[in-house]
């Protein structure tokens, strides 16, 4: 099951885990049955509470930034961020690997 197959992101590593990388973000779903705690979402400052399928993402390499967040206020948030990508460099790039 594609996390959202109009966007950039590509399927890494073990189907299980769901996890996605595109633009220098990396993704991991969280399934409903494993989010136990309440997290407030950067995106609407609302909280996630427990059980509700929401997302976890953090630039590659710097997992100790990770942020929770809601599904649709991530896709809102990144979307937002391609967008300044293209305007800066003037075109959408493909992936790098
Ligand atoms: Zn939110």
């Known amino acids: 099951m594609p996390f959202d197959d109009r966007g950039p992101w590509r ?3 073990d189907p299980l ?9 990396h993704l991991r779903v969280v399934q ?3 989010a136990t705690k309440v997290y407030r ?5 609302q ?9 976890v993402v953090w ?14 206020c991530w896709q809102r948030h990144f979307a937002t961020l391609r967008r ?7 075109d959408d790039p493909p992936p790098s690997r």
């Open 32 to 34: 409903p049955y494993r």
């Open 41 to 45: 979402c950067p995106g609407c400052d």
């Open 59 to 72: 630039p590659e390499g710097s997992p100790e930034q990770r942020r929770h967040w809601h599904r649709a």
């Open 84 to 90: 300044a990508e293209g305007r800066r460099r003037g």
């Open 17 to 25: 885990a769901l996890e996605w990388v595109a633009g220098g973000w």
């Open 11 to 13: 399927f890494r590593g």
């Open 47 to 55: 909280e996630i509470f427990p059980r509700t399928l929401h997302v």
